[in-house]
């Protein structure tokens, strides 16, 4: 089953706030920046492996530290390595 609505994509920022959501804080859980983007990316490959359709529609390009969704890196950027917080 997808998050999606009626066959269409969602954004990078939809699939980024799920796993924002998803993040157990209270048992110390974080999120950086630097997983958020691996975390995108393996949603994604996911998404394509198994309904040979693209998740969401941003592209993903390949850094030194691993993929990296440009629009995500903007939102989220200024976070580096501290937990970024719930939607």
């Not at 796993?19 to 110390?28: K, N, P, S, T």
């Not at 592209?59 to 970024?84: K, Q, T």
Request: hydrophobic share 45%; proline share 5%; net charge negative.
């Amino acid at each position: 089953m997808t998050i999606q609505q009626k066959g269409e994509l969602l954004s990078c920022f939809d699939v980024a706030s799920y796993f924002l959501v998803l993040v157990d804080r209270e048992a110390g859980d974080v999120i950086t920046q630097l997983k958020l983007q691996k975390l995108v990316y393996f949603a994604q490959g996911m998404h394509l492996a198994l309904f040979d359709k693209p998740l969401f529609k941003e592209d993903i390009e390949a850094w030194e530290n691993g993929p990296v969704v440009r629009h995500l890196r903007s939102l989220f950027g200024g976070f580096e390595a501290n937990a970024i917080p719930a939607p």
